[in-house]
């Protein structure tokens, strides 16, 4: 089957066109938007929570977003397994929603930051990483709040049941305090939840799927998608 | 309530008003405005809202051109055709003085003013670049002024959702008082979506969208029509402040009413608010309105009629929609939760007449409000500075010529105005939207246009040194150096957006270096055919210690029509050859290396004949679409030295040494770092030589070889070594050093 892709536009959302062309154009998936005031997410097979700032950001990112009516819907569906992906303030949303556990604070040069950054993949996710494990993949970032913030206990759990999925690296793949753009512990770029179905990632991979601007690397995790539903 | 004060001569002064003015605006209306009235006239009198001292220069540019959909001044941003059914909004604005007092919110507002200018003409905004200048950064207040102005420019375009692909950073005493920050949007759209900012239809409804009125900005068109002085601390309540997540909404809200057909016309709410949209748009459809000012949502209570008039609350329009379709367009700002409220109804009496509780406040014909109607229109007294006499004769020869070449040329290189604005471009989104191909760091910025084969090349640029030193000159370098940038991009210079920033036009000298940057600007977007399609004018760019240098800072639209075409700066792999195309003329009269080095602002600006420069663009250009050149680097400040070394280094993923050599015609220290005009460093690969010299002569240009690349130093005249690393730490850390300390 060719997965469905839903993207969430909520107010403030700026990702948005460009998950869905992304997904829709580069990737040739059935893709639609889903309007954050419905309270349906239409059939889709995999949820995309964009970047952006939605509404503003003005108090917490992702903290009013939570409380989209959509946001129901999607937490049912993550509830029940289905594949939901967070880029950048997506992230934030889902970590605000408790779909993953964690925070993101405000990055530790106190500010927006948009460069290439190398992330490692550090674990086998069978859903969104697919034979890549140990690969290096160059990614934009750009974000104000991305530097992610778990206590010990958390992540000491995030590292048992192997949710951490990416991690900011330099171009050979070495974990080094010079690489980490933002602060976050262990240099945590993206995670998983417990189940493995739901993704937080401050990186855009949306961003990489053209090489009309210079750079496929973000392809591998919607082919990934793809390869694990067409499986099940 | 608040009785409201008489008006008299005083008052009319009081508001920036001259004692004809005043007695001009009597004229018209044959009796003394009211209160509400004279702050009307007050503000859209304002240089900043009539142009009245620059518009008949203005009127010189070239303003045509086959490409061109509107023209110059006739709607909110230029419209340039770029063939696929599609047509491209741009213009750059100025947001000098609130940002001289409030950085923060005086940039982030001025990107704000920009976008909507764009997404009022149907246009979605693609991307946006600025131009920037500051004193030195050595200087506290500077780097307070520097980070600000940063910070505010990236949370508004981050948060909107506009990828900021370029621009420029200049560092000079003479803008210690008075920082220039110029903002540029260019947006997208189908010729048959395009909106227009006109009132027409007796009885269709007039709306007011966005955010509420509150009483701040009021008279913030005024205060941007005077000098800075001790006394504009206190201005601070006239910088308005920006809410880049509601302009957002303001954005798909707008266009998809547009794209709905039940809009006859939109205009943004700038400076001077309601008062500039009403005149404008009913002066622009010679028709009147009525306005009652009871039903615009305010966020305070007992404002005023001059105050609800005046105010310059941000991220809000003026809509006029056709009858009977006022609810559907109520149900798309609805959607996204944005006020909307009919405030008015287009009438055909020519008038516009504002009440509010019951009172009629203002009776006034908008056509004597606007610029091409009613406003004065001045042409100023020029004469030649007194300057001159010293700067024209200063003799180069007195010069010590510089023994130890290496050092000399890292102090030149070390200057914050031609090392890498890294610390300052990371700090945009420069990728959102996913069509930049080349973002900022290298000669203009690349987008593409989805679905398509082509790209849009982006460049703001002006060198103000030149300009000071020689008006006409410089005005034309700033064009003829923007075009070069979007050609050596691979892209094809169509129309020019324009930021005239100056000091008092009431000073004969400071009117000189205006309408003579004009006419030198004129000349070269003649030459060029590139038409500029309109832009903003700020005077009174002067601060108590003096005026700033005269900066008309051009932002230029090229089309690059294959994606092919699209060309880099930096050298792409060992073994290629290094040509210079272009004649040297060792010119270091206001050059960066005469700054760094001497600490002199002398001479005259670099020679430019535009002929000369045509000719090296054409032939760049079709030697790119002959695939000829692998790398193209426009030499500006630094000279030819600085142009190879950022050519080596610019990628940091992939660094490349070179070893060449320049000769020189007189002087070493002179041809390596000299400015002239219309000339750029290519790299060719090795098996296209006899393609690429043949190519040259035929098209009568000169070339010279340079040398190879390769290895990890960068070699010149056999003499002076630099490594890529010690270059790298130079280029791409000296500012992030400075602000991080």
């Known amino acids: 089957m060719n997965p469905k892709f839903g993207v969430v536009v909520f107010p403030g959302s700026n990702c948005d066109h460009d998950a869905y062309y992304s997904l829709k154009k580069n990737l040739g998936f059935d893709t639609q938007f889903l309007w954050h005031k419905n309270h349906s997410i239409n059939n889709s097979d995999v949820i995309i929570l964009p970047g952006g700032f939605s509404y503003g950001d003005y108090l917490r990112s992702g903290a009013i977003a939570k409380l989209s009516p959509l946001m129901n819907e999607v937490r049912e569906f993550a509830e029940k397994g289905g594949i939901v992906i967070g880029i950048c303030n997506g992230f934030q949303i889902l970590c605000e929603s408790n779909l993953l556990p964690g925070a993101l604070i405000k990055n530790k040069s106190l ?21 890549v494990k140990g690969e290096v993949f160059k990614i934009p970032i750009a974000h104000g709040e991305g530097n992610y913030f778990i206590e010990e206990n958390g992540l000491n759990e995030l590292k048992q049941n192997s949710q951490i999925l990416f991690q900011y690296c330099d171009k050979n793949g070495n974990i080094t305090e010079a690489s980490n753009p933002n602060g976050s512990v262990e240099n945590i770029a993206g995670i998983m939840s417990k189940k493995g179905n739901v993704l937080g990632m401050m990186p855009h991979p949306e961003r990489v799927c053209s090489d009309i601007l210079g750079n496929s690397s973000g392809k591998f995790i919607f082919n990934s998608i793809k390869f694990y539903l067409k499986n099940i | 309530m608040i009785k409201e004060p008489e008006v008299s001569l005083d008052l009319a002064l009081q508001h920036g008003l001259s004692e004809e003015e005043f007695a001009k605006i009597i004229n018209i209306l044959g009796r003394t405005p009211n209160f509400t009235e004279l702050g009307i006239f007050s503000v859209m009198w304002s240089e900043h809202c009539s142009y009245k001292n620059s518009i008949k220069v203005l009127k010189t540019l070239p303003r045509t051109g086959s490409r061109l959909l509107v023209g110059a001044g006739e709607e909110n941003a230029g419209l340039v055709d770029i063939g696929d059914g599609l047509a491209v909004a741009f213009k750059i604005e100025s947001h000098n003085h609130p940002s001289a007092v409030e950085p923060y919110q005086g940039a982030a507002t001025g990107v704000g003013g920009i976008l909507r ?113 001790e006394k504009s601390e206190a201005k601070r309540p006239s910088v308005q402040v920006g809410d880049p997540f509601t302009e957002k909404l303001l954005l798909e809200a707008t266009l998809e009413v547009i794209k709905a057909g039940y809009l006859i016309g939109i205009q943004d709410m700038g400076a001077a608010g309601i008062s500039c949209s009403t005149t404008e748009m009913s002066a622009k ?42 609810d559907k367009v ?100 420069s990728m959102v939207r996913t069509n930049t191909v080349t973002g900022p760091g290298c000669d203009s910025a690349v987008v593409y246009i989805k679905d398509t084969n082509k790209a849009l090349a982006l460049k703001t640029d002006c060198n103000s040194r030149y300009v000071y030193l020689n008006p006409l000159k410089g005005g034309m370098i700033a064009v003829a150096e923007s075009a070069r940038n979007i050609v050596c991009s691979g892209g094809l210079p169509l129309a020019v957006t324009n930021c005239l920033n100056f000091g008092n036009p009431y000073k004969p000298e400071i009117y000189y270096q205006f309408s003579e940057a004009v006419r030198g600007m004129g000349e070269a977007c003649i030459a060029l055919d590139t038409p500029v399609t309109g832009g903003n004018v700020s005077f009174y760019n002067e601060s108590p210690d003096s005026a700033v240098y005269p900066t008309p800072v051009i932002g230029m639209l090229g089309l690059i029509e294959d994606l092919s075409h699209i060309t880099t700066s930096f050298f792409k792999e060992n073994g290629d050859l290094i040509y210079v195309i272009g004649e040297d003329k060792e010119e270091i009269g206001g050059s960066e290396f005469l700054k760094v080095i001497h600490g002199l602002v002398k001479g005259d600006s670099p020679d430019i004949n535009m002929e000369t420069e045509k000719k090296l663009q054409s032939f760049l250009l079709n030697s790119i679409k002959k695939k000829l050149i692998k790398s193209a680097h426009d030499i500006s400040e630094g000279g030819v030295i600085t142009a190879i070394a950022e050519c080596c280094i610019i990628n940091r993923e992939n660094q490349i040494g070179a070893n060449v050599v320049i000769p020189a015609s007189n002087r070493e220290d002179f041809s390596l770092f000299s400015e002239t005009q219309s000339r750029v460093v290519v790299s060719i690969d090795p098996k296209d030589q006899k393609d690429f010299e043949e190519f040259a002569l035929l098209n009568g240009v000169k070339i010279t070889k340079a040398g190879v690349t390769g290895g990890e130093i960068l070699i010149v005249n056999g003499k002076y070594q630099f490594t890529l690393d010690e270059l790298d730490k130079i280029y791409f850390e000296t500012i992030s050093k400075i602000m991080e300390n």
């Open chain 1, 111 to 131: 500010k927006f930051v948009c460069k290439d950054v190398y992330v490692k993949v550090t674990n086998e996710s069978k859903v969104f990483s697919s034979g």
């Open chain 2, 117 to 229: 200018d764009i997404f009022t003409m149907g246009a979605r905004p693609i991307a946006a670049l600025n131009s920037l200048r500051f004193g030195t950064l050595s200087d506290n207040r500077t780097k307070y002024l520097f980070e600000g102005v940063v910070a505010g420019i990236g949370d508004y375009g981050n948060c909107f959702g506009v990828p900021t692909v370029g621009g420029e950073v200049y560092f000079d005493d003479c803008y210690k008082g008075n920082p220039l920050v110029n903002a540029m949007a260019v947006g997208l759209v189908k010729h048959n979506e395009t909106a227009s900012a006109i009132a027409t239809g007796a009885g269709n409804p007039v709306l007011i969208v966005g955010s509420s009125t509150g009483r701040d900005g009021i008279h913030g068109a005024t205060f941007a029509s005077e000098e800075i002085s």
């Open chain 2, 285 to 326: 459809g010679e028709s009147g309105m009525s306005i009652n000012l009871d039903k615009v949502p305010v966020r305070e209570q007992g404002m005023t009629a001059y105050e609800i008039l005046l105010s310059e609350s941000q991220e809000r329009m003026l809509c006029v929609v056709k009858k009977g379709f006022e």
């Open chain 2, 330 to 429: 109520k149900a798309i700002f609805d959607k996204w939760d944005l006020n909307c409220e009919i405030i008015g109804e287009v009438t055909n009496d020519k008038n516009l007449k504002i009440y509010y509780q019951g009172e009629l406040k203002a009776d006034i014909t908008p056509f004597d409000c606007v610029l091409g109607g009613g406003a004065p229109v001045y042409e100023r007294e020029t004469k030649v500075p007194g300057y001159f006499s010293v700067t024209r004769n200063f003799d180069f020869d007195s010069l010590k010529v510089q023994e130890n070449i290496r050092d000399t040329f890292l102090k030149v290189f070390s200057s914050h105005n031609i090392v890498s604005k890294k610390w300052v471009y990371e700090q945009y989104d």
